[in-house]
């Protein structure tokens, strides 16, 4: 199988190749890593301590998100001679947030990542089931996440009532770089609020758990309750797939890169299966990130790419030893500092969600689904994002005929 299509570099080119070296992919990589991590860190934290995680666990289940997805991008990237990266479940993060505590605690989640790494899989495997998430229309798989994201991005509103004088600058900086540099907004964002965090602590002499910042892995015997495989499991596999595998496959796939299906979702899934017991929440394909690792920037020579999706691996195992270190400094942190970083992270997501849920005919469905997720209410123990998936696809069915006979 031929792993990427591109012509032979002519003589001209070579010699430029030659000379540009490895310092494009090694900046390009390291540039993939740290934008991943600070524009969506928060999210994930967010996301576990909602479910049930103590700040011990959501440090644990970071820990086990940057060290599966390090091993498993380093090892596809080297195996195929491709830039392929590797990134958590950031829309699957942001559900678990909205989808707030479980029948069966923090003991059932981790039972519904191991579930959700097992689909994840069964789908390389089986074509069939990847057909089936694909056949989900996309405006009700959008507006299912956007219904998600609307109460995180709506956090740094109510974090200005609560905290002011560390959430107004976070959002002043975030503000001024979507103007001129719109790449490092997030990271600014995340660097002000840890400078603001910081700054509080010492004014009000916090103290600092210093012990608590040393990396380590809290294991959690996973347990299954049918309400968190339907609530969590089934929703986080949807938004995985459909926001993140998929879309990052069409983002290889735009720079001449075919990615190997099977592999790649075997070592996704089995990653979320290895690290859900520490609180891996689930990886996946990048896809938004997965574009700085891809594109010629990282190197004039597609064949060479790789180097960067290797490098970002490189440093996503060196961002895991400050992991415990930064979930200690946040739960210190005045109350809203995450919730803004958070929300602010996740408005691209939430504009992108919406236009997809709104572009199509089939409106009502989209629109349907979008406040029954936003609303947060469940029923029988079971999630909002569930009913509103299935409440969606109801309204869709049942509008169809009428909107093809009028038409």
Known sequence: MSNVSTTP??????????????????????????????????????????VGATPAQAASGLLALCLTQAIGMMALSYRYRMPITLA??????????????????????IGAFVVAGVLIVVTGLWQRLGALVAA?????????????????????????QTSPAV??????????LQRYAQRWAVIAAFATAAAGAAISI???????????????????????????????????????????????????????YRVPWRAAMT???????????????????????AALSAAPAAHPDPKRRWIAAFTTGVMYLLLALGSAALVTL????????????????????????????????HREAGVVTFVIAASG?????IGAAFWALLAGLVVRKVLRPAAMSAA
């Open 330 to 361: 946040i739960a210190t942190a005045p109350a809203g500092t995450l919730e803004t970083v958070a929300g602010l992270a996740l408005l691209a997501t939430l504009a992108a969600a919406l236009g997809a849920a709104l572009r199509s005919e």
């Open 88 to 109: 958590w479940s950031t829309p699957g993060a942001a559900l678990l947030a909205g989808t707030g505590a479980v029948a069966g605690g923090w003991p059932a989640a």
């Open 9 to 50: 570099a002519t003589a001209t080119q070579q010699p430029e190749q030659s000379r540009t070296g490895l310092v494009p992919p090694l900046g390009a990589g390291v540039v993939t890593a740290l934008v991943g991590f600070t524009s969506s860190f928060a999210v994930v934290l967010s996301g576990l301590t909602a």
């Open 167 to 176: 959430v107004v600058p976070v959002i002043l900086v975030w503000l001024v």
């Open 202 to 256: 010492a004014v009000q002499h916090r103290h600092l758990d210093v012990g608590a910042m040393t990396p380590r892995l809290e294991l959690t015997l996973p347990h299954w309750s049918w309400q968190a495989l339907i609530g969590v499991a089934i929703p986080l596999y949807i938004v995985t797939m459909a926001s993140q595998n998929i879309p990052g496959t069409a983002v290889l796939a735009s720079f001449d």
């Open 377 to 381: 209410v469940g029923f029988a123990g």
């Open 136 to 160: 989900i229309p996309v405006e009700i798989a959008q507006a299912m996440l956007a219904g998600v994201l609307l109460p995180l991005c709506l956090a740094p509103v109510r974090a200005v």
């Open 267 to 289: 070592v996704t899934g089995l990653g979320t299966v290895v690290g859900a017991p520490a609180g891996g929440h689930a990886i996946n394909l990048a896809a938004i990130s």
